[in-house]
């Protein structure tokens, strides 16, 4: 499980777990589609992708925790700010966090599991 981290200007968050496998790296292409009256199909090209990485979590320490809380309350300030998330494969992304309820449940002593959501900016 390798670890990834969050880095915006002298802000980091490195999670000294890493994310569970398997790991989901959707790519969405933006396209208007509808039906004629006689039932052909017409696709509006708008020119748009959209990549997304949904980050599943479990048994993240509490430590970690506290600090996911911190950066999406004070750092990402939710959605509003972007910054660059390195994935499991060290990759840089300059994302924005699509999750604005942390719904992460103690699933034991100082563990916690959830899931983010990020977009890439771009």
């Known amino acids: 499980m390798p670890a990834i981290r969050f880095v915006l200007g002298g802000n980091s968050?490195?999670?000294?777990?890493g994310i569970q496998y398997p790991v989901a790296k959707p790519v969405e292409k933006i396209q208007v589609m509808d039906r004629t009256?006689?039932?052909a199909l017409?696709?509006?090209e708008l020119g748009v992708t959209i990549r997304s990485f949904p980050i599943v979590f479990k048994g993240l320490p509490l430590a970690d925790y506290q600090a996911l809380v911190t950066?999406?309350?004070?750092?990402a300030?939710?959605?509003?700010?972007n910054?660059?998330?390195?994935?499991?494969?060290?990759?840089?992304?300059?994302v924005k966090m699509l999750t604005l309820v942390l719904n992460f449940?103690?699933?034991s002593y100082q563990?916690?599991?959830?899931?983010?959501?990020l977009e890439v900016v771009g």
């Open 77 to 81: 300030n939710g959605a509003e700010n």
């Open 42 to 44: 017409q696709v509006e």
């Open 83 to 94: 910054f660059t998330y390195y994935d499991e494969d060290g990759v840089a992304h300059t």
């Open 37 to 39: 009256a006689s039932g």
């Open 105 to 107: 449940k103690q699933t």
């Open 111 to 117: 563990r916690y599991a959830g899931e983010l959501l």
């Open 71 to 75: 950066w999406h309350d004070s750092i």
């Open 13 to 17: 968050l490195t999670f000294s777990r």
